[in-house]
């Protein structure tokens, strides 16, 4: 059965760091896409970042271009989200997702982890 | 600026038909086969409910359907049942692997 789980969500003060892993599970990881989604609290969901399976292509929304930065381990079948510079903002719930296709559709989901960005 | 405009909210009785609809702006074309829609309930993961416009991905009801008019997509659910209580999202693809999500419809039923 395919997983996602994702973790590291935390309480973090503004300008601070945090690193958001998934872990996944089911499937040939290295084979797919993979996609940060948030969700705002009381907002809809909002399209983050994406990267390929090999790593080589990288996108960000103009919201976080600059601050954050994806990554993965395909040998540890997880993606990163390396959050810098965080703002308020940026409070939200973090969702990993499995790309389809080759458009990198958000496909399978993680339950997501929270983060809080507060002083 | 680019966004999917959908109603803040949707009810019907069980075993009615309901109607979301997903209007693109500005740089956002909504195409047959760029238009995705998610199930959410609050707590749990997203679920992709219709992809590539009208297309159901395997094990979702056949009650669900996608359809598309003009610059506006929309998805029917029929025969509502207590279950279909949840969000919804429509999501367009932008180009290069990045995707934008409409505002989230909160169907009730009644």
């Known amino acids: 059965e395919m997983q996602l789980l994702e973790s590291g969500g935390d309480l973090v003060q503004p300008g601070g760091s945090l690193r958001l892993s998934c872990a996944a599970s089911?499937?040939?990881?290295?084979?797919?896409?993979m996609t940060w989604v948030r969700q705002r609290p009381g907002k809809g969901l909002e399209w983050v970042s994406a990267?390929?399976?090999?790593?080589?292509?990288?996108y960000y929304a103009d919201s976080v271009q600059g601050r954050f930065i994806i990554s993965r381990d395909n040998s540890k079948n997880t993606v990163y989200l390396q959050m810098n510079s965080l703002r308020v903002e940026d409070t939200a719930v973090y969702h990993c997702?499995?790309?389809?296709?080759?458009?990198?559709?958000?496909?399978?989901w993680g339950q997501g982890t929270l983060v809080t960005v507060s002083s | 600026q680019s966004a999917l405009t959908q109603p803040a909210s949707v009810s019907g009785s069980p075993g009615q038909s309901i109607t979301i609809s997903c209007t693109g702006t500005?740089?956002?074309?909504?195409?047959?086969?760029?238009v995705s829609w998610y199930q959410h309930h609050p707590g749990k993961a997203p679920k992709l409910m219709i992809y590539?416009?009208?297309k159901r991905p395997s094990g979702v009801s056949n009650r669900f359907s996608g359809s598309k008019s003009g610059n506006t997509a929309s998805l029917t659910i029929s025969g509502l049942q207590a279950e279909d209580e949840a969000d919804y999202y429509c999501?367009?693809?932008?180009?290069?692997?990045?995707?934008?999500f409409g505002g989230g419809t909160k169907v009730t039923v009644l």
């Open positions: 997702a499995k790309g389809r296709g080759e458009r990198w559709l958000p496909h399978h």
């Open positions: 089911g499937f040939t990881f290295s084979s797919y896409a």
């Open positions: 990267i390929s399976g090999t790593g080589g292509n990288i």
């Open positions: 500005g740089r956002v074309v909504v195409t047959d086969d760029l």
């Open positions: 590539d416009g009208n």
């Open positions: 999501c367009s693809y932008l180009g290069s692997g990045t995707w934008v």
